[in-house]
């Protein structure tokens, strides 16, 4: 459990940044971040993985770059989630993440395989801007309220597959590729 905001802000990792552990047992445990949580504009030179965190209250990474890969899986976020303008050189990997609040990727640039498989979005999720350059996974992921992918480019695969829309979808002037919906 962490009990005080976290905020860095231009600020480079080296090393590995972690949030998750497996115990000698094979039990898996995530951090509990009780306050805010703020990473703006930094460089992760190392893997990020945060796989089974939850974050109460709200979460930002805007402005930065994952050099490799990077992991939220299983991830609670109980607040809004902001992304906007981060890049991802190699994997991202956000699979049955839920987002109970407002969700924003805006203008970010997702350069490897990324996952948002079995997501499910309670709020608004935006991807308007977003460049995916390779694989693209949305199969299985429930949008319970709006879902925005305007000007987004998909420049290899997009996976829609037994995704649910409960709300408005927009893709408005997009580049696809390919697409399985």
Do not use: H
Not at 116 to 141: I, L, R
């Amino acid at each position: 459990y962490v009990n005080s905001a976290i905020t860095f802000k231009e600020c480079v990792f080296k090393g590995k940044v972690s949030a998750y552990s497996v115990n000698k047992n094979g039990v898996s445990s995530g951090t509990y971040f009780n306050r805010s949580v703020s990473f703006i504009n930094c460089i992760f030179e190392a893997d990020v993985n945060f796989r089974l965190s939850v974050f109460s209250a709200p979460v930002t990474f805007n402005g930065s770059s994952f050099l490799k890969p990077a992991n939220f899986e299983e991830c609670t976020f109980v607040n809004e989630a902001y992304y906007n303008e981060t890049k991802y050189r190699e994997e991202a990997r956000f699979q049955n993440s839920v987002f109970m609040k407002k969700a924003n990727w805006m203008k970010s640039r997702f350069e490897g395989n990324v996952s948002f498989q079995g997501a499910v979005f309670y709020n608004d999720a935006q991807f308007s801007s977003v460049e995916f350059q390779k694989y693209s996974d949305f199969t299985v992921a429930t949008f319970q309220m709006n879902s925005f992918f305007n000007y987004a480019q998909f420049n290899d695969q997009l996976l829609f597959n037994n995704s649910v829309f409960y709300n408005r979808m927009e893709m408005l002037s997009n580049k696809i590729v390919k697409a399985e919906l």
